[in-house]
Structure formats: C-alpha cells, structure tokens
C-alpha cells in the first residue's frame, strides 16, 4: 500500500482529543512513542523466552556424541543457546508495527505532511549517508 493512501486511510480511523491542534500533535506523538515501546517489548520476550540450544556447527537441535560436522574435527556437538522469532512472536511485532505506523501517520498529518513525502525524504538521506559512507555514527547533520 502507498504511504499517501494509507495516511489518508489511517486519518479516517482517527478518533482522539485535540485534532488539528497542539494536543493532537502530542497525542499523536506519545501514542507512536508507546507503541514502538510496545513493538521493543515483544523483542524484548523473544530475548527472554524464545531461547533454544542447538550445536553451533551442524545447528542441530539435538546434540549428538558424534556431529555430523565431524569433519571439522568436532567429535560432539557443541552448545550455543539461540534465539528464534516464533510465527506466533512474529505476528505480534507485526500489529505493533501497524500501530507504530498508524500513529507516524497521524503525526505526519497532525504537522501537515504527508507520509509518502516523508518516507522518500527518509530515503534519499539514507541513500545519500550511505553513498558518503556515513551510515555509521549519529546526529541529522552527517
């Protein structure tokens, strides 16, 4: 879907106090707050319980007496514990980056701008960072 007409979909959803005012800029922007925290926090219980063992070189769930990757002169399978997305998991980041971007739009449309706009303007300054090799480090004015 475009940015533009999803914005203009998302605005026609949106019910909440002080549209087209301050107050609705700042409700708009402490909702998008919320929800990427929300967003971080399923990430967060992935980290804390989608954890799982398997051998670091045949990836095997199952550690075995013999690896299969014995070639390599590992006679047993080594542990290291990993960290699997679940379908389940995946699907609740997917409805908070919804929220996440429902709120961008209507921060977007609380200051006037359109979300299409923003998303290219986002776009070019990446591509532009990356072409100077300055992806890494921090600040806008890079």
Not at 14 to 40: D, H, I, R, W
Not at 127 to 138: M, T
Request: hydrophobic content about 35%; some cysteine.
């Amino acid at each position: 879907m475009d940015f533009t007409v999803y914005q203009a979909r998302a605005t026609e959803t949106a019910v909440y106090p002080g549209q087209g005012e301050f107050t609705g800029l700042a409700y708009a922007a402490l909702g998008l707050c919320g929800e990427a925290g929300e967003t971080g926090e399923q990430i967060k219980k992935t980290w804390r319980d989608d954890r799982g063992t398997r051998c670091r070189f045949c990836k095997g769930a199952e550690l075995r007496d013999i690896c299969p990757e014995s070639d390599r002169g590992v006679f047993s399978c080594q542990p290291e514990t990993y960290i699997m997305v679940t379908a389940e998991r995946a699907e609740k980041i997917r409805k908070e980056l919804g929220d996440v971007l429902w709120y961008a739009a209507q921060v977007a449309t609380e200051i006037g701008a359109d979300l299409g706009d923003v998303a290219q303007e986002n776009i070019d300054k990446l591509a532009a960072r990356k072409a100077a090799n300055l992806i890494h480090g921090e600040g806008s004015d890079r």
